[in-house]
């Protein structure tokens, strides 16, 4: 029988798709079952000790062949999918094992694996989905009516193309089946923004019925009865062809790279500038970076074993009806890998890009590939560093670069940019760019129309409510353990004031490091300090950095950010548990991956990390896993309208005694020739210090 001859973390190919549904539909045939609907076909990814043992013997050949990434043996773990499905009449979903057998041309029963029922829970809203309760919307009577008649006959819709149903999940939920809610919007003209003329009708879209269930109305303004409600026909757009000035004073602004990239691509292996790793994407989280390592000395040592963002929560500061049913769960409810859409060349991705397609599953169980959905590229990142000898003018600088490695999710109306980055000093960094369009709504009953409670006015009776973005990262450490990080130790470092003392500290000003180790799962539940400086470690104890006689280490470095609003014991306080500290610790277990649940949407209790942290287990020798939560508190602004400048979120993983010394000190001296002096000076010298520009030949960076 013919073997899998890729990497075992290679996401499915379109064939492996067809092939896992046909088996799901020949099980399904053979146990008369009836119709499937396909939510998820994912890859099922190996158990972590097995793919250990893969990684450490990959990583070992490479290193036996002097090479960055040999083609990988034929793997010996099992391929296999994961995959979700629906049935009629099931209040729950099937999860489904399947085994992919290379080569076989007519899947059948056997290869299920399993064939598990998940009561009770609710599977994630997936395209198909968030398109069909927009066309069960529109299709409705009664949505119909009330377009006509709620505004004194003033609107009248006729053409319901310009009828806009945003499907968002429901946060608790008023009625009893699988929901979508659809905040509706009006377009003047096919490019017009939306979201300048919101409505004041939220129907409730039943996805198991196929049919609308209830019309939520604040004004309470029925067909024939009532004031007529107004809405804001003031356009306000973004689309360049409703733009009627642009600028004229912009230059071109061209990256380039005569000699082409540094990086170099085998199948999902990358390797760039002593970093390796393996590129994932899923349905789920999107972009997931497998077996990061750096290589230093010539060993090539495991720095992540995996990264990836798991979840975010987007709460509305709005408590009134039916607003307080506003709080998406992004990953969980929609998939971060459903929602990506193709990036644009010299627009999205700007330099010279390698492009990955994404390949993932409709409802129907058929491929889908989404080209363009991962963009790879590098990027200047200004000076790496730099030190004048002033004694004799000798100057020695570098520029620094990073690899950065992007996705876009468009979530409805918001677009969340992804961007990984790995750096030349062996820093590891996070970015969200959080743009798009605010979700807008006419002031509620009650409110001051010109100045609303909870949001600010970005037009005429439009209304942008406050609200958070609260995001959570999941990081397995290695921090040099081979075996994928199983002795790595966890510890919070703070910065410590010493009190005044005459012998020690008789001016005041002394201050110190002060370092714990968090040994136990209630122990490691933490919130950030910036006052106290405060970095979570990831500690190798069983590596010595051979300078500072330490154990060689990661750090956290979180950025300050105000905390979940939301009330304790609230709906969202609770469903939303991973967003109540910044930090947790949990020994690792293969079937935990998701902190708010494996099924998140339309559910009212966290069933992740609030289940796994209920017990105080040890982490000693229990291969750590790092949950990292983080966010933006949106206090809406005029500007953030008609289309809102990008917000950005993140945090940095940097080495903390990884390395003897600076790993750059190996970069050649590279002075851009390309580079232009605007003042018209020939070498581009002035005066400094009566040297040149700190040494006196006009040469910046090799110490001539």
């Known amino acids: 029988m013919k073997t899998f001859s890729g990497h075992p973390l290679d996401p499915l190919s379109a064939d492996e798709i067809k092939q896992a549904a046909a088996a799901c539909r020949a099980y399904a045939d053979q146990n008369a079952i009836g119709s499937l609907r396909f939510n998820v076909i994912s890859l099922q990814e190996p158990p972590k000790k097995q793919l250990v043992e893969y990684l450490k013997t990959a990583a070992a050949a490479a290193a036996a062949a002097g090479a960055e990434a040999p083609p990988p043996p034929p793997s010996p773990l099992p391929r296999r999918a994961f995959v979700i499905l629906q049935l009629p009449g099931l209040c729950g979903v099937v999860e489904a094992e399947v085994d992919l057998q290379a080569g076989v041309p007519e899947p059948s029963a056997s290869a299920v694996l399993s064939w598990t029922t998940v009561a009770g829970v609710s599977a994630l809203a997936s395209p198909d989905d968030c398109l069909e309760a927009e066309a069960l919307c529109k299709a409705d009577p009664r949505v119909r009516q009330l377009l006509q008649e709620r505004w004194g006959g003033g609107y009248g819709i006729t053409d319901l193309d310009s009828l806009c149903c945003d499907p968002w999940s429901i946060h608790a939920s008023p009625v009893d089946e699988r929901a979508i809610q659809c905040f509706l919007y009006v377009k003047t003209s096919p490019e017009d923004n939306a979201y300048a003329h919101p409505l004041d009708m939220t129907p409730v879209v039943g996805l198991d019925s196929g049919r609308v269930l209830r019309i939520d109305l604040p004004y ?64 789920r989280e999107g972009v997931v970076l497998h077996d990061v390592r750096y290589k230093y000395g010539g060993v090539a040592r495991p720095v992540m074993h995996r990264v990836s963002l798991v979840e975010m929560a987007v709460p509305y500061a709005d408590p009134r009806e039916p607003y307080v049913r506003k709080c998406a769960f992004d990953v969980g409810d929609y998939g971060l890998g459903y929602c990506t859409f193709p990036l644009t060349l010299g627009c999205d991705c700007l330099g010279h890009i390698h492009y990955f397609d994404a390949t993932l599953a409709n409802s ?45 999710a468009t979530v409805v109306n918001y677009e969340y940019a992804f961007y990984w980055y790995l750096y030349m000093d062996g820093a590891i960094g996070l970015d969200i760019k959080l743009t798009g369009e605010l979700s ?40 040099g353990d081979e075996d994928g990080g199983r002795g790595v130790v966890v510890k919070e470092l703070d910065v410590e004031t010493l009190p005044w003392d005459g012998l020690t500290n008789p001016y005041g000003n002394g201050f110190r490091t002060v370092e714990t180790a968090l040994t136990s799962v209630h122990g490691a539940q933490r919130c950030i300090a910036p006052e106290r400086g405060r970095v979570w470690k990831f500690v190798n104890p069983q590596l010595l950095n051979p300078v500072s006689r330490q154990p060689v280490a990661y750090k956290l470095v979180p950025v300050a950010h105000p905390p979940l609003a939301a009330l304790p014991g609230s709906l969202i306080g609770r469903k939303g548990h991973f967003a109540t ?99 018209g000076s020939a070498d581009g010298a ?19």
């Not at 000898?389 to 620094?400: L, M």
């Not at 009650?446 to 973005?469: F, K, R």
């Not at 000693?620 to 979120?649: K, L, N, Q």
């Open 220 to 283: 309470k303004a029925g067909p024939g009865g009532g004031p007529a409600i107004e809405w804001n026909r003031e356009n306000n757009n973004y689309h360049t062809a409703l733009q009627t000035e642009l600028r004229t004073d912009m230059k071109p602004l061209n990256i380039t790279q005569p000699q082409g990239p540094s990086f170099s691509v085998q199948g999902n292996h990358i390797s760039w500038q002593n970093w390796s790793f393996i590129l994932g994407f899923n349905y």
């Open 364 to 408: 129907k169980g058929e491929p889908v590939t989404i080209p363009k959905a991962i963009c790879m590229h590098e990027e200047d990142t200004g000076l790496l560093y730099k030190h004048v000898d002033y004694r004799t003018g000798h100057a020695e600088s570098r520029r620094g670069r990073r690899l950065v490695v992007s996705h876009v």
């Open 440 to 479: 807008t709504n006419m002031p509620s009953p009650g409110e001051d129309p010109t100045a609303p409670d909870y949001g600010t006015l970005v037009g005429p009776g439009v209304n942008a409510q406050h609200h958070q973005h609260m995001f959570c990262a999941r990081l397995d450490p290695a921090v």
């Open 581 to 679: 500290k910044q930090l947790w610790v949990t020994p690792h277990n293969d079937k935990q991956n998701w902190p708010a649940g494996d099924y998140v949407f339309g559910a009212k209790e966290c069933t992740g990390l609030a289940v796994w942290t209920r017990e105080d287990a040890p982490l000693a020798g229990a291969d750590p896993v790092v949950w990292y939560s983080f966010g933006v508190t949106h206090v809406v602004r005029p500007e953030d309208f008609p289309i809102m400048p990008v917000e950005v979120c993140g945090f940095t993983l940097k080495p903390a005694g990884f390395f003897p010394r600076n790993p750059c000190l190996d970069l050649p001296y590279d002075r851009n020739a390309a580079s232009v002096d605007n003042h």
């Open 686 to 704: 002035t005066a400094a210090n009566g040297h040149g520009n700190g040494n006196g030949n006009g040469s910046c960076c090799n110490g001539a």
